[in-house]
């Protein structure tokens, strides 16, 4: 997967799952420490620069749009912010993965192995945590009526570059 090493999803705090190789920074400098966020800083990955006091050095890494802004394949990777489903004309926003109600659900909570794999957590984002099943991004809704349904998020294709800086 391209995400992660090339470029980060800053829908995953600003980059702390970046772990990627580069190692200089964006101005060039060799860098003491691998390009990482592990406190997850609004800088994004960075490093400490050789010969200079500790001050975060931002690596230049760019950030990824594929799976943020639009969905590829089964939407397994997909990160955006799309909460919310269109049933017969009306919006419906999504029930967060944290919770059971309206709808009780036991095999999608935000456990440690839904957090890294599908992107689940204490939120109402659109996701798809049963490739096995469904094809694309879908959330359980707030709609007593509804219990789940597919998300509108836009699928990759070349219109979209894979990075933006």
Known sequence: MIANFFCYKDTEGHGS?????QTKDY???????????????EIGPHCEVAGHVYLPSPCGIPKCVW?????????VGYRGNVNSVEDLGMKIPCQSWSSNYPHHHS???PTSKNVEYFGLGKHNYCRNPDPEE???PWCYTTSEWVR??????????DAFPYFEH
């Open 107 to 109: 095999d999608f909570h």
């Open 134 to 136: 469904l094809s694309e």
């Open 148 to 157: 789940w349904q597919y998300c509108i998020v836009p699928k990759c294709t």
């Open 27 to 41: 101005l060039g400098r060799q860098c003491r420490t691998q390009c990482r966020n592990y406190d997850g800083e």
């Open 67 to 75: 799976d943020v802004k639009c969905s590829a394949g089964s939407g």
């Open 17 to 21: 799952q970046f772990s990627g190789y």
